[in-house]
């Protein structure tokens, strides 16, 4: 692959739009942008855990997950473009699987943190619920894949049980909800 940015500005957005892979020009408020920023947004986060000392299958997981993650925002920056399929998820569901036979039972929700990994699994869960949300507003305007959805919701839930596993590897643990009276 030769050198792709051979040039880091442009200059072309400077008047507040942006450049699609097929070539043509949206606003950068778009909620095709907003989806496509969020997944960025996203795998930055993930990015932020992957810093921390991981269990070695949560880190290959994760670096996964990033690449996953950069096919997902290529599909949604090149209209007709499809790169997410069935296959992604299901791999989310293995994960999903694996990790969380080790874990207990939940008998009520947790709040967020649990240790700097585990915590800032959480806010990339967040930002995946918020990508997600983008991506569904994307959907009333315009023909998209239904397995970007599909896609993210079963990530946000993996996140999820990774926060929790992490929480048990870096020593911390997991506050349960105090029901308000």
């Known amino acids: 692959m030769g050198n792709r940015l051979s040039r880091i500005y442009t200059r072309t957005g400077d008047k507040g739009d942006t450049g699609l892979g097929d070539g043509t020009r949206i606003e ?6 907003e989806a496509i920023g969020t997944v960025d947004e996203l795998n930055c986060v993930i990015g932020m855990i992957l810093v921390e000392e991981l269990p070695e299958l949560v880190e290959l997981c994760l670096v996964e997950i990033q690449h996953d993650l950069f096919d997902l925002g290529g599909e949604l920056s090149t209209p007709g473009y499809k790169a997410i399929n069935q296959e992604y998820t299901l791999g989310l569901e293995q994960s999903l699987d694996e990790f969380n036979a080790e874990l207990p ?8 943190g649990g240790g700097p990994g585990a915590a800032t699994c959480h806010l990339a869960r967040a930002v ?6 983008h991506v569904v507003s994307l959907a009333r305007q315009e023909e998209t894949n239904p397995d970007i959805l599909t896609y ?3 990530l946000s839930d993996l ?3 990774i926060a929790r596993v992490l929480a048990r590897a870096e020593g911390g643990s997991e506050v349960y909800w105090r029901r308000g009276e």
């Open 152 to 154: 993210l919701n079963r």
């Open 28 to 33: 950068k408020d778009s909620p095709r942008i």
């Open 128 to 133: 995946c619920r918020r990508a997600e949300r």
């Open 159 to 161: 996140l999820f049980v």
């Open 105 to 112: 039972f939940l008998k009520e929700f947790i709040l967020p």
